[in-house]
C-alpha cells in the first residue's frame, strides 16, 4: 500500500457507509485521472447532509437507509434500531478521516447499487482506521499535511478496524429511546425513507456451495465486492476457492475456460484464497497436457494438434 498523498471529503454519512456498509463507489460530477491507481483517504465531512440542522441530518440519514436497503445491506422495514446505528456511524465520521482506499477506475455507468453518476469513483482494497484522525476537510482533493499523513500511516500498520455498530436498544438509556423514537417517527412523518419489497436472499456459505461454474464464480464475487467487508469476505472467499479448486476446475477441459478463470481470480480474489485457485489451475493444465494425444514421427515425439 502506497502513501496516502490526498484525501478526499465525503458527507460524513457516505464515508461511513464506504467503511461499514460496502459502499464501493463514491458518486462525483467529475474525474481526476491522475489518482487512478492511487490510494487516497477517505474523510467524512462536518456536517451529515451537508449543511447544518436537523433538517438537513433527516434528509442525510434517509438516503443513506434508502441506498443501503437498495443494496440491500440492511432489510426493511427501516426501524429504530437500523436508524440509531445509521446516525450514530454518521455522526461519528464527521470530521475524520476514518479510511483509506485505492481509486481503481472511473466510471459512468455501473451496475453497483451504490452507484447514482453522473461519475463513479470505484474504490477498492478500503482499510478501516482502527482510530479516526481529527481533522478539517476541504472541497474535492486536498493534500494531506506530513502530520495527518504520519498518523494515518501509523494506524495503517495495525490491522485494520472494523466498525462497531450495536444492532440493537439494549444499552440504551430511556432518553436515547425517546430521542431515537422522536427522530424515526419525524422521518416516517415526512416521508423520507423508501423501503423496498423484502427479498428472500441466501446466506453467503449458502450461495457458494450453489456455485456450478465459473461465471457463477464470477457474479458472487462481484456482490460480494460490493456488498461485504472485512472478515465475511475473507470467509465467503476461502469457501468459493475451495470450491472452484474442488469441483469446478477440474471440469474445465479447454485453455480458453482456464484462463478465464485466472483472469477472474486474478481480478477478484486476494492473495490467499487466489493462491489456492492458481494452484489448481496449473494442476489442472498438467492434466490436460497429460490427456493430450501424442504421435510418435521418425522416433521424435510431437503432440497431436486438432488443427
Keep these: 500500500m502506497s502513501a496516502q498523498r490526498f484525501a478526499l471529503t465525503l458527507w460524513p454519512e457516505w464515508a461511513y457507509a ?7 463507489v463514491e458518486n462525483r460530477t467529475w474525474s481526476r485521472a491522475s489518482v487512478q491507481g492511487q490510494w487516497i ?5 462536518a456536517s451529515i447532509g451537508g449543511r447544518k440542522g436537523q433538517d438537513a441530518e433527516a434528509d442525510g440519514i434517509a438516503e443513506l437507509a434508502t441506498m443501503a436497503v437498495r443494496a440491500r445491506v440492511i432489510s426493511p422495514p427501516v426501524g429504530e434500531a437500523e436508524l440509531r446505528i445509521l446516525r450514530e456511524g454518521a455522526r461519528a465520521a464527521a470530521g475524520k478521516i476514518v479510511a483509506v482506499a485505492q481509486v481503481q ?16 469513483w470505484v474504490l477498492r482494497g478500503v482499510a478501516v482506521l482502527p482510530q479516526p484522525v481529527p481533522v478539517k476537510g476541504a ?24 466498525p462497531r ?14 430521542e431515537l423514537s422522536q427522530f424515526a417517527g419525524y422521518l416516517r412523518e415526512r416521508g423520507r425513507v423508501w423501503v423496498a419489497p423484502p427479498a428472500q436472499e441466501l446466506a453467503w456459505p449458502d ?14 464475487l462481484r456482490d460480494l465486492q460490493r456488498r461485504a467487508t472485512g472478515n465475511t469476505v475473507e470467509a465467503v472467499e476461502g469457501r468459493l ?33 487466489g493462491r489456492v485457485v492458481l494452484r489448481a489451475l496449473a494442476a489442472r493444465r498438467a492434466e490436460l497436457e497429460q490427456e493430450r494425444p501424442r504421435l510418435y514421427l521418425g522416433g521424435e515425439e510431437r503432440l497431436e494438434h486438432d488443427d
Design 241 to 273: 476457492a475451495d470450491r472452484l479448486a474442488a469441483v469446478i476446475i477440474p471440469q474445465l477441459s479447454s485453455e480458453e475456460d482456464l484462463a478465464a478463470v485466472e483472469a477472474m481470480v486474478r481480478v477478484f480474489l486476494h492473495v490467499p484464497p
Design 207 to 220: 450461495r457458494v456451495a450453489r456455485v456450478q461454474t465459473a461465471a457463477d464464480a464470477e457474479a458472487l
Design 41 to 45: 483517504a477517505i474523510h467524512g465531512g
Design 139 to 162: 472541497q474535492g482533493l486536498w493534500p494531506l499535511g506530513e502530520e495527518v499523513a504520519a498518523q494515518v500511516r501509523l494506524q495503517l500498520q495495525a490491522r485494520p478496524g472494523r
Design 18 to 24: 464506504i467503511c461499514a456498509l460496502g459502499k464501493r
Design 105 to 120: 477506475e472511473f466510471v459512468r455507468a455501473s451496475a453497483d447499487p451504490w452507484f447514482v453518476g453522473p461519475v463513479g
Design 165 to 178: 455498530a450495536r444492532d440493537d436498544l439494549r444499552f440504551a438509556t430511556p432518553r436515547d429511546r425517546e
